[in-house]
């Protein structure tokens, strides 16, 4: 945790809030500003994506689609609709007979239910916008998102290509030592050539089994160097142990003065 | 000097905010002037139906006088107004039937407070929106000292209310932010209005090992005061807290007292307490580190203000005007608008204890200036004397029957977003709040108030 000290009697609460604005900026390390990616949005997607996955042009059809439809969008329906009309006399008439239009039929179920309808047609419209929202958030995440692929494969290269150049440059370090007699003998890898493997093997993992026996003494120690490979106790306490078991190192005096493997190379 | 003070209901078991605001002020006010409360029947503001006996009773000391309401709310009915009065352009013959569908229609309290004006010096309506108020300010508007109580909601932007917010004689707004939005609305700044707010019978003593020990809260906590419902910011609150919870995991926790309205996510680290008592909400309070006030709209906030008055930090939402507003001015608040500014923030008020006290003693500070007991008495009462040495304006009259009718009034949703809005920084009357700017003198370096940039922190 930061470290921090009051140092006089004031505080200014905007200035906090703008170093914690700051802050949250340096933490997002945002690479595009948010007017950014939405520019790059509305740039064909065809430059960051695969124009077989995604249309670029998915907006804009979304678009003409509703535009074009030919069905109205909504109509507004109150109570009042029923007796409207752009004439004064033929409104206030109507206004007049309602009382007697009303003996005839109850118009407020009609009236109710086409408001009702009007409701459900504005709900419609509005899920319609949401709809159109989603698809260009889509379309902007997707963007977003297809941008920072194409930053990390860039690394990915990058680092592969320098992760080539560190190997080799290590094969040509490794080529120029020489071995010189009374020198300390290079490490050698743990694989031996196959015909040691065979022949010795056993006889190592026998002479291994046998101090291992001794170091551990009696008691416990000893039931558990006893279980040896019979019990699996390698395999069973992971690939670690019994590789290690399967390949000891043979100790120094009895290697061979060879130079280091170099079968990879 | 005689006062009325009209409110919409009205009663010592009633915690609505402006019934609450109308209650604590005829209650100070009565003690430099004779008051008597006018209000209705009702007791649920959903419905205001009829539960209460007409007549007069004493409430704490105050003779209160209500009147029945001629007709329940319909809320079918009243929903379908508001959506043609927010939403499309309509008449104001349509705005009158919104009104009187909200209600709580009493024709019989507006008669006889129009009829009994003589009696008083001065009139105190509660809450502009309702129908008593918005009768009252025309019939009486000589004596009418409108306290609004007004949030950012579409209903400020219906034209009915204009000449009302011009007409009346004196206004007492609850913040600079809400004077900013009635004059934005209304045009009304001619007329004389003083931000007054409310004070808050915070006790002297305090024990928050007592409400500790009660409630078995051992570990530090921020605290929510207040209905747990969707419209006060609850659910965004439970989705910032729960993300935090998840980063920081030995952080505070959340305690929420007051009755739920949704559901109360389960959680190891949110406590919901249900609705208390004074004492022990008091309690509660100073136990806290800070409290948080995720509310969207608010004309004042009191539980905020009781906050700074014991001394405790908040942490406000920002799109709230009013809630940033008095953090700024105050500067005894932190405020956010998403996660990332939630985390951040609470974050400085739970692990920095020096910021954490400073914002505290400055919110004490704040509270003692502004919002004690005699300072608010004090506005008022200079008001009132500012107010019988000028002369009232005129109310404008309704326009006639054909122009009532014209539908050419546009809907108030589209007028609200033309209305300015924002925190008010500035000193709204010659300086009477002066805002203390750290200046240079930096209280602390930036980065001490802020978590590590990454990785978890551990909470002091």
């Known amino acids: ?265 | 000097m005689n006062l009325a003070v009209v409110v919409q209901r009205y009663g010592a078991d009633i915690n609505g905010g402006a019934e609450l605001h109308a209650r604590y002020i005829a209650e100070r006010l009565a003690r430099h002037a004779s008051v008597e409360v006018i209000t209705t029947c009702a007791r649920d503001y959903v419905t205001w139906r009829n539960e209460r006996p007409v007549g007069v009773e004493p409430v704490n000391g105050i003779p209160v006088r209500r009147f029945p309401v001629a007709h329940e709310r319909d809320p079918d009915d009243f929903g379908r107004r508001s959506h043609r009065v927010f939403e499309q352009t309509h008449s104001i013959a349509d705005e009158l039937r919104w009104l009187e569908s909200e209600g709580p229609a009493s024709s019989e309290l507006v008669n006889y407070v129009a009829a009994s004006a003589d009696r008083f010096d001065f009139i105190l309506l509660f809450s502009y929106r309702y129908y008593h108020a918005w009768h009252l300010a025309r019939r009486v508007a000589a004596k009418a000292v409108l306290v609004p109580t007004a949030e950012r909601d579409p209903a400020v932007a219906v034209s009915i209310f204009g000449p009302v917010f011009r007409g009346v004689r004196g206004l007492m707004y609850n913040s600079p932010e809400e004077r900013a939005m009635i004059q934005g609305a209304a045009r009304n700044a001619s007329v004389p209005g003083v931000v007054v707010g409310i004070g808050s019978d915070v006790p002297e003593r305090t024990d928050p090992a007592r409400f500790r020990r009660k409630f078995r809260m051992e570990r530090p906590f921020a605290i929510y005061i207040g209905r747990i419902d969707e419209n006060k910011g609850c659910g965004e609150l439970f989705s910032h807290f729960r993300r935090y919870a998840a980063t920081f995991p030995r952080g505070l926790d959340l305690v929420l007292i007051g009755s739920a309205i949704m559901d109360v996510p389960k959680h190891p680290r949110i406590h919901h307490l249900g609705f208390l008592d004074d004492d022990d909400k008091f309690d509660a309070l100073a136990a806290s580190d800070l409290l948080v006030m995720p509310s969207y709209y608010e004309s004042l906030s009191m539980v905020a203000l009781e906050a700074w008055a014991l001394g405790r930090p908040v942490l406000a939402n920002g799109a709230c005007d009013v809630l940033k507003g008095q953090c700024i001015r105050s500067n005894a608040g932190l405020y956010y608008e998403r996660y990332e500014e939630f985390a951040q923030a609470l974050y400085a008020l739970e692990s920095n204890g020096p910021l954490n006290a400073r914002l505290g003693r400055n919110g004490r500070e704040y509270f003692a200036r502004h919002y004690a007991w005699p300072v608010i008495e004090r506005k008022y009462l200079d008001m009132f004397a500012a107010l019988k040495r000028g002369a009232p304006a005129a109310m404008e009259p309704l326009p006639g029957w054909m122009a009532r009718r014209r539908r050419d009034v546009p809907p108030a949703n589209e007028v609200l977003a033309s209305i300015p809005s924002g925190a008010a920084i500035l000193p709204p009357e010659g300086g009477s709040h002066e805002i203390e700017r750290a200046g240079g003198a930096l209280a602390a370096r930036a980065d001490a108030w802020l978590p590590p940039s990454g990785g978890r922190a551990k909470p002091a």
């Open chain 1, 1 to 265: 945790m930061s470290d921090f000290s009051v140092r006089s009697d004031n505080v200014d609460v905007e200035q906090i809030m703008r170093q914690i604005r700051t802050r949250i900026r340096e933490k997002r390390g945002v690479d595009y500003t948010e007017e950014e990616i939405r520019e790059l949005a509305n740039v064909k997607l065809e430059k960051f994506l695969d124009p077989r996955g995604v249309r670029s042009d998915l907006l804009q059809q979304y678009r003409q689609v509703r535009e074009s439809a030919e069905t109205a969008r909504n109509y507004r329906f109150e109570d009042t609709t029923l007796y409207e009309s752009s004439r004064a006399p033929v409104r206030w008439l109507r206004r007049l007979l309602r009382p007697i239009l009303k003996l005839f039929f109850n118009p407020n179920p009609l009236i109710e239910a086409l408001h009702i309808q009007s409701r459900l047609n504005e709900s419609y419209n509005r899920s319609e916008a949401l709809s159109y929202e989603l698809i260009h958030n889509l379309v902007l995440e997707l963007t977003r998102a297809s941008i920072e692929v194409k930053n990390l494969k860039m690394r990915l290269e990058s680092i592969a290509s320098r992760l080539d150049f560190d190997e080799r440059r290590a094969r040509a370090l490794e080529g120029v030592v020489q071995y010189r007699p009374g020198a300390v003998p290079p490490l050698q890898p743990p694989t031996g050539s196959p015909s040691q493997t065979d022949t010795d093997g056993n006889e190592r993992r026998t002479r291994r089994r046998r101090r291992r026996g001794r170091r551990h003494g009696g008691g416990a120690g000893g039931a558990h160097g006893e279980a040896g490979p019979a019990t699996g106790g390698g395999a069973g306490t992971g690939s670690g142990q019994g590789a290690r078991d399967a390949a000891p190192q043979a100790p120094a005096s009895e290697r061979p003065p060879s130079a280091p493997d170099r079968s990879d190379s």
